[in-house]
C-alpha cells in the first residue's frame, strides 16, 4: 500500500432476500473503481456507531430502512487509494423500495453464478464466506450408533443441511475412516459439503472437502493445512489469533451453553462470545447446546450461524 493512502472505515450491506439471492451494486461514474461491482454501503463518519452508518448509508443510497442487520465479519484491503476496513452486516429485513439515488445499477445475485462483472477486489472473500450454510451439523454416531446415525443424517440432509463436521473421536481409525467415506459419500449426492475432524492425512483418506481442527491441534501448527475448507475450534483470544494467523475459512466458538460434550464447563454465554466474534474476517459458528431456534440470537451476537452435535439430527 502507498505509504501515503489513508485508512477508512466503511460499512457494507449484504442484502437478502428469502430466495437467498442477495443485492450487488455498480459503483457510477467519477468515483474510484467506477463501473466495478460491491456490495452497497459507505464510510462511517467520524464518531458514529457502526450500525448507525449503516442504516444512514442505505436510506441515502438506496432509500430504505434497515429494519434487521445482523453484525457479519470484518475485513481490511489495501487499495493504492486506501487501506480500507469493511464492516459488513448481512441486511434480512428493511422497509421501502430500492431507489437508485446515487444513480447506480443493481442486480440480484444467486451464488455460485454471478452475473454481473467485474466484482471490486475486496469482496471475494466475502462471497466465499457468504456461501457458507448457516448450519453445520456435527455427527455423533458413537453416542446412538452407526445405524441410527446414518438414518438421522438422511433425514438431515433430505431437510437441507448442507455442511457436517465428522468428529468421533472414539471410534477406532479404521472404523472411522469407513464411517467417514459414508458420510462424504451421502453428502455429496446431496449437494453437502464434509470436513473431517483430525489430520489432513485423514481428511484426505475419506476424500472430504476440507479439514477441521481441534484448538489443541490448531496450534501446534504454523501454517495453513493445503486442502480445500479449513476451520477450527476456539475458545478464547490466543485460539483465534492462531485461527486467524492460519487464514481459516471459518471458526467454530463455544460453548455458549453448558453441554454433555464438556461436562463440569460453563458456557461462555452470549455476552461474551458476542466479544470474541466481534472484528473477525471469517464466519463463525457458535456451539454448545444449541439448535436452529438458536439462530437468530447466534446472528444477532456477531455469529455466522451455529454448530449442533445433537439438535443437527432431530
Not at 464411517?179 to 459419500?185: D, G, L, Q, Y
Not at 454433555?260 to 466479544?275: D, L, R, V
Amino acid at each position: 500500500m502507498n505509504a501515503a493512502a489513508r485508512r477508512v472505515e466503511v460499512v457494507a450491506a449484504v442484502l437478502e432476500r428469502p430466495d437467498g439471492s442477495f443485492l450487488l451494486a455498480q459503483r457510477p461514474a467519477g468515483k474510484v473503481y467506477a463501473g466495478w461491482w460491491e456490495f452497497p454501503g459507505g464510510k462511517v463518519e467520524a464518531g458514529e456507531q457502526l450500525q448507525a452508518a449503516l442504516a444512514r448509508e442505505l436510506h441515502e443510497e438506496l432509500g430504505v430502512d434497515v429494519e434487521e442487520a445482523y453484525p457479519w465479519i470484518t475485513r481490511t484491503h489495501d487499495y493504492e487509494h486506501a487501506q480500507v476496513r469493511l464492516n459488513f452486516f448481512r441486511v434480512t429485513r428493511w422497509r421501502g423500495e430500492l431507489q437508485s439515488r446515487e444513480r447506480q445499477q443493481f442486480a440480484w445475485q444467486r451464488l455460485p453464478d454471478l452475473t454481473v462483472e467485474p466484482i471490486l477486489p475486496a469482496n471475494g472473500p466475502i462471497l466465499r464466506a457468504l456461501g457458507m450454510p448457516l448450519v453445520m451439523g456435527v455427527t455423533h454416531a458413537t453416542d446412538v450408533g452407526i445405524e441410527i446415525f446414518l438414518s438421522r443424517f438422511d433425514r438431515a440432509l433430505a431437510g437441507g443441511l448442507r455442511l457436517v463436521q465428522v468428529r468421533e473421536p472414539a471410534l477406532p481409525e479404521a472404523e472411522r475412516l469407513a464411517f467417514a467415506r459414508t458420510i462424504v459419500a451421502r453428502a455429496h449426492a446431496a449437494g453437502c459439503r464434509v470436513v473431517t475432524n483430525g489430520t489432513e492425512a485423514f481428511a484426505q483418506a475419506a476424500a472430504a472437502d476440507g479439514l477441521h481442527a481441534s484448538a489443541a491441534r490448531l496450534m501446534t501448527w504454523s501454517e495453513r493445512p493445503r486442502i480445500g475448507l479449513f476451520g477450527a475450534s476456539c475458545h478464547d483470544v490466543t485460539e483465534i489469533a492462531r485461527a486467524v494467523a492460519l487464514e481459516a475459512d471459518y471458526v467454530v466458538i463455544g460453548p455458549v451453553n453448558p453441554t454433555p460434550t464438556h461436562p463440569g464447563a460453563n458456557g461462555i454465554g452470549w455476552s461474551h462470545f458476542s466479544e470474541l466474534a466481534a472484528g473477525l474476517p471469517m464466519p463463525v459458528y457458535a456451539i454448545g447446546g444449541l439448535s436452529v431456534e438458536d439462530l437468530t440470537a447466534a446472528r444477532r451476537a456477531g455469529a455466522h450461524g451455529i454448530a449442533a452435535i445433537r439438535a443437527a439430527w432431530s
